[in-house]
């Protein structure tokens, strides 16, 4: 059973000051599944991407990842460890160009070091090379290989979310943590995304977790979810049973008379 | 456009320039060598602080220490054994200082290691400053270099300083070391490493979260950014032949800044044109600093004056064209020849 885990969350805590904004959050989380992660406002779903991602440290809890445990290890052995991550709000490096920012990812399963470079050793110009055919491959993935020379931040919000994809794919992860992936595209856009989602889960070999306010989203490709509220998980399950807890239904009206009054 | 034709034509843009290097010897007085000369250095200087701060985004002002050091190093390695026992009046060296010697193009490589361990050494505490505490903390560094140069008078003669060293450093030294620092950092820029070192610029979070140490390569630019800062420290001692600590103020740092800023953050072509338009701008504005006449009536030389008209100059550009003469755009022989072919179509037209 346990074999079958690639990530399990351990009663995660985490306070801030006097906020405790995740308390006990508990998950395990199936190879090559895709599983959700929803909630209101402030609930604290990005707060525990970044405790699985190193970003924050637990108050509490564990995090094991692939049979290890990677409480507290930092954000860059986190990513070398096979978890990958996109942020809500995006996070591109502006200046370069759409390709850079993809072989930025590739770095760090590259071999060579500066003094490869200074020399100019054909060993380093063959990965150079292939670092980035191997990003030209994953622009067109995620479509945007006729974008690859242009700047980073000149993209549409669309696109800037499939680069920040292409992006974490280039790290070569088991697991990929998407921050509200959504947020910020056309209803065309969002149905495609959803059929990309489960595809670069099969051609990656991922399991994906995301966060997600478009509950067409969440309902159609998650298999399983966990629902925030102030930082309580308030439910667990697969998308029929979630949809009529009344416990969510609760959680999001009352966040919709927040919002009308 | 491939990787060997491009090889191919920068070796001849490098042979172009040894002919005009060349030429200039046999046909420039003194003070035009010693322009070109300085252009190089400059240049040398700005490529180095821009690796650090135009291209992995930390604000460093500690470029006059790193040069200081290089300085220090390369003169008491080349300085001749009886000059040393004539300049140490006050004090002995030790002993290792006036048996120290080595061949120039060592002794600068010298220098720049002992600048490069330097920048280790104080970059493994301060890079893990934010950027605000970063330029200020090696601000601080840099004058502790100075300090220390004034009080260890039996390592570096105090605040007398070296006089007579060696003048080795003519146009071939300094502007093989430029074509040597270019060439380094513009491999390191253009490989996926320096696409990392961009990656920490524009968003640490990011970059983190695409498995980079951002510690670890913050540390390597900052320690190969020293590294050639103290090659062009090595390099101005031997060509100027005397240093002294007054020499590595403050405003030392600035001028490179001043380059770097103007050039473009983040571009190599600019920081080596501005290198080349400020560097003969500076020599001269020197008018402003002697007397003028106007009709019999004589306004007085102001000295300082050339630094308050760059550094309003500076304010412009920070107002009006942050980006600098060339942004983060960079000179390719693909612009170049696409240009040609352009125009070669229009007149065929
Ligand atoms: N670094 C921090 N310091 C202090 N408080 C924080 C920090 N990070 C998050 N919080 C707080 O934790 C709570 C949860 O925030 P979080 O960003 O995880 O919410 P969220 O569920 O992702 O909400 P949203 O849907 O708006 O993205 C909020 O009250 C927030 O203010
Ligand atoms: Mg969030």
Known sequence: MDRDMILEARDLTIKFGGLTAVHSFKARIGKGSIVGLIG????????????????????????????????????????????ART???????????????????????????????????????REERAVAAKSLELLKVVGLESFADEKSRSLPYGAQRRLE???????????????????????????????????IRTEFNLTI???????????????????????????????????KNPRVIEAYLGEECVADA | MDRKTKILLNVAAAAVLSLFLWWAQESFGGYRIQILNLIAINAILALSLNLIYGFTGMFSLGHAGFMAIGAYTCSILILPETQKEMLFILVSPYSWVQAAQAPFFLAVIGGGLVAAF????????????????????????????????????????????????????NIWWNFGWFIITLYCIARIINSNLGNVF??????????????????????????????????????????????????????????????VVTGGLGSLTGSVLASIGITILM???RFVESPIFIGSFELKGIPGMRMV?????????????????????????????????????????
């Open chain 1, 165 to 199: 994809i292409a992006r974490a794919l280039a790290t070569e992860p088991n697991f990929l943590l998407l921050d509200e992936p959504a947020a910020g595209m056309n209803p065309q856009e969002t149905n495609e995304l959803m059929d990309f989602i489960r595809k």
């Open chain 1, 209 to 243: 977790l995301l966060i997600e306010h478009d509950m067409k989203v969440v309902m159609g490709v998650c298999e399983h979810m966990w629902v925030l509220d102030y930082g309580e998980t308030i439910a667990e399950g697969p998308p029929e049973s979630i949809r």
């Open chain 1, 40 to 83: 209101p406002n402030g609930a604290g779903k990005t707060t525990c991407f970044n405790m699985m991602s190193g970003f924050y440290r637990p108050t509490e809890g564990r995090v094991i990842f692939n049979g290890r445990d990677i409480t507290g290890m930092p954000p860059h052995l986190v990513c070398r460890a096979g978890i």
């Open chain 2, 118 to 169: 330097a920048g280790l050494l104080v970059g493994i505490p301060l890079l893990r400053l934010g950027d605000d505490y970063l330029g200020i903390a090696t601000l601080g560094f840099a004058e502790i270099i100075r300090v220390l140069a004034n009080n260890i008078p039996r390592l570096t003669n105090g605040a007398l300083g070296f006089k007579g060293i060696p003048d080795y450093a």
């Open chain 2, 283 to 285: 020599e001269w504005l």
């Open chain 2, 309 to 349: 008209v760059f550094s309003l100059a500076l304010l412009f550009i920070i107002l009006f064209r942050r980006e600098g003469l060339m942004g983060m755009r960079e000179f390719r022989w693909d612009w170049l020849f696409g240009k040609f072919s352009k125009r070669g179509s229009a007149n065929g037209s």
């Open chain 1, 87 to 125: 942020f809500q709000n995006i996070r591109l490096f502006g200046n370069g160009t759409v390709l850079q920012n993809v072989m930025v990812g590739c770095h760090v399963r590259q071999k060579s070091n500066w003094l490869h470079n200074l020399f100019y050793l054909p060993s380093n110009l």
């Open chain 2, 198 to 259: 961009m990656a920490i610029r524009d968003d640490e979070a990011a970059a983190k979260a695409m498995g980079i140490n951002i510690f670890r390569y913050k540390l390597l630019s900052f320690t190969i950014g020293a590294f050639f800062a103290g090659v062009g420290g090595a390099l101005l001692a031997s060509l100027l032949t005397t240093i002294d600590p007054k020499m590595f103020l403050f405003t030392l740092t600035f001028n490179v800044l001043m380059i």
